[in-house]
């Protein structure tokens, strides 16, 4: 089966559950890394991309190829996810930072490996959280700044800047022992 997106994404507009399953397999992961990422409880992060997923379905054929297919569901997400928030209205700024495991056998090179992760860890919860989206956005899911302003519906010079600045702290933040 091809997986390019967009031709997914052309083959969902015509109906295809077999795209569907292809393109919700392809992104399930990063997505609900970028919605717990934003704030949401595990349950939360999956109703939306669930919701997110649905729209695709829904609104295929509406894609206009102005930006990458991950691009586009990514922005359905934060939106679906910001409508859910201002409906419960109680924000969750608590960041969920992935665990990173470290398999490496030498007992000394795990128990650095865990405390440097943790190091980052640390320092990753002291970012605001526009600062961390920013940060996971372009370092995890190897987005452009364009495409991230697209997502935070945020000029790419803020984007530029918060990348910046989470990049200052982070460094000021593990240069401390």
């Known amino acids: 089966m091809h997986t390019d997106d967009p031709h997914l994404i052309g083959r969902i507009a015509a109906g295809d559950k077999d795209a569907?399953?292809?393109?919700?397999?392809?992104?399930e992961?990063?997505?609900?890394?970028f919605l717990k990422g934003r704030g949401a409880d595990p349950q939360t992060a999956d109703d939306v991309m669930q919701d997110a997923m649905l729209e695709v379905w829904r609104s295929a054929s509406k894609f206009a190829e102005r930006s990458k297919a991950k691009t586009w569901l990514f922005a359905i997400a934060r939106n679906k996810l910001i409508d859910r928030q201002r409906k419960s209205?109680?924000?969750?700024?608590?960041?969920?930072?992935?665990?990173?495991?470290?398999?490496?056998?030498?007992?000394?090179?795990v128990m650095i490996s865990a405390a440097d992760t943790e190091r980052v860890r640390t320092c990753l919860s002291k970012l605001k959280p526009d600062h961390l989206t920013a940060i996971r956005l372009a370092f995890y899911e190897d987005m452009s700044y364009a495409e991230i302003g697209e997502i935070e519906g945020a000029?790419?010079?803020?984007?530029?800047?918060?990348?910046?600045?989470?990049?200052?702290?982070?460094?000021?933040?593990?240069?401390?022992r």
Do not use: N, Q
């Open 155 to 176: 000029p790419v010079g803020t984007i530029k800047t918060r990348i910046y600045h989470a990049k200052k702290l982070l460094l000021w933040c593990l240069g401390r």
């Open 20 to 27: 569907m399953r292809v393109f919700f397999e392809s992104h």
């Open 29 to 33: 992961g990063p997505l609900l890394a």
């Open 89 to 109: 209205s109680r924000m969750s700024l608590v960041e969920d930072v992935p665990e990173i495991v470290d398999e490496t056998p030498d007992a000394e090179a």
